[in-house]
C-alpha cells in the first residue's frame, strides 16, 4: 500500500519510473495498450469488472485483491472507485519533430509552455486526443503529466496520444518550421482572430499550437518567434478564457 500511495509524489515516479492511475474508464485504456504493471481490485470492482482482471492478468500484470479501507487510503480521491493500477511512465524522448504529414490530413501538434494547473494539462490532453492531434509536448517548467490529478482529468487520453517532456519551445519552432510546419500561439492580444479568413488560411495546413501559462500568459518570445498569434473573440464581459476551454476552441477550429 504504502509504495503505491508514495507514487503521488513525483520523485517516487521518477526513481520508480511509474505512476498511478485510478479509476475503471481509465485503467480499461491502459489495458488496451498494455500498459499495467499491477491491478489492485476491491470485492465490488472485481464482481463489476471482471474484463479488467482478466485482460492485466493475460498481459502479465500482478492483480491483488484490496479491502475498501485499502482502496481510500492507496488513492488520491476522496470516493475512489475500487480500480487502482500502477503503470509505467508514458512520456517520451524528443528526437525530432514527431508529426509526419500523409498529404491526407493535416498535422496537429500541441505544445504546453509552461503549464502549472494539472487539471488543465489533463483537459488539454483529453481534448487533443479527441481533436486527432499528433502528439503533445510540455516544456521544462510544466507540470507532470503523471500527476494524479492530470491523469484522472485525460480520462485515459494519456494512454492514447504521444507525450513529450522537457522539450523548449524554441526547439518545436526550428523543427516545425523545417518541416513547413505553421506555428500558432493562443495569444489574447494576437493580430488575428479565431474565425476570420486569415484564421482559416492559417489552420489549412500542418500546425503546431502553443499555449503560455495561466497567470502569465504568451512568453513574449514565443509570441516573437511564432508565424502568427491568434486571439479568441471575446464578445461579453468576461476578461479571458480558462485555458483548457481555449484550446478547446483553438484544437477543434481547423477540424469544425
Not at 64 to 84: F, K, L
Not at 117 to 144: E, H, K, Q, W, Y
Not at 197 to 217: D, K, T
Amino acid at each position: 500500500m504504502s509504495a503505491v500511495r508514495a507514487l503521488h509524489e513525483r520523485r517516487h515516479r521518477a526513481e520508480r519510473g511509474a505512476f498511478v492511475v485510478e479509476g475503471p474508464q481509465a485503467v480499461e485504456v491502459a489495458s488496451r495498450h498494455d500498459r499495467i504493471r499491477e491491478l489492485y481490485v476491491t470485492e465490488d470492482a472485481a464482481r463489476a469488472y471482471p474484463h479488467l482482471v482478466r485482460s492485466a492478468l493475460d498481459g502479465g500484470a500482478r492483480v491483488a485483491r484490496m479491502a475498501d479501507s485499502v482502496a481510500r487510503a492507496m488513492a488520491e480521491t476522496d470516493h475512489p472507485q475500487g480500480v487502482i493500477a500502477v503503470c509505467p511512465l508514458v512520456t517520451r524522448s524528443w528526437t525530432g519533430y514527431p508529426c509526419t504529414a500523409d498529404g491526407v490530413h493535416p498535422q496537429m501538434l500541441v505544445v504546453l509552455d509552461r503549464i502549472s494547473d494539472p487539471g488543465n494539462a489533463g483537459t488539454i490532453i483529453r481534448t487533443a486526443d479527441a481533436a486527432g492531434a499528433c502528439a503533445l509536448v510540455f516544456t521544462p517548467g510544466s507540470v507532470d503529466p503523471h500527476n494524479g490529478k492530470c491523469v484522472r482529468a485525460t480520462a485515459g487520453s494519456i494512454f492514447d496520444i504521444p507525450i513529450f517532456t522537457d522539450v523548449t519551445v524554441d526547439k518545436v519552432i526550428e523543427q516545425a518550421r523545417a518541416d513547413g510546419v505553421t506555428t500558432l500561439a493562443a495569444d489574447g492580444r494576437g493580430d488575428v482572430v479565431l474565425g476570420s479568413p486569415e484564421a482559416a488560411e492559417l489552420l489549412s495546413g500542418n500546425i503546431a499550437w502553443v499555449f503560455g501559462n495561466e497567470a502569465h500568459g504568451m512568453d513574449p518570445q514565443v509570441a516573437a518567434d511564432v508565424d502568427a498569434r491568434i486571439a479568441i473573440p471575446i464578445r461579453g464581459g468576461a476578461e479571458s478564457l480558462n485555458l483548457a476551454a481555449a484550446a478547446a476552441i483553438c484544437l477543434y477550429a481547423p477540424i469544425l
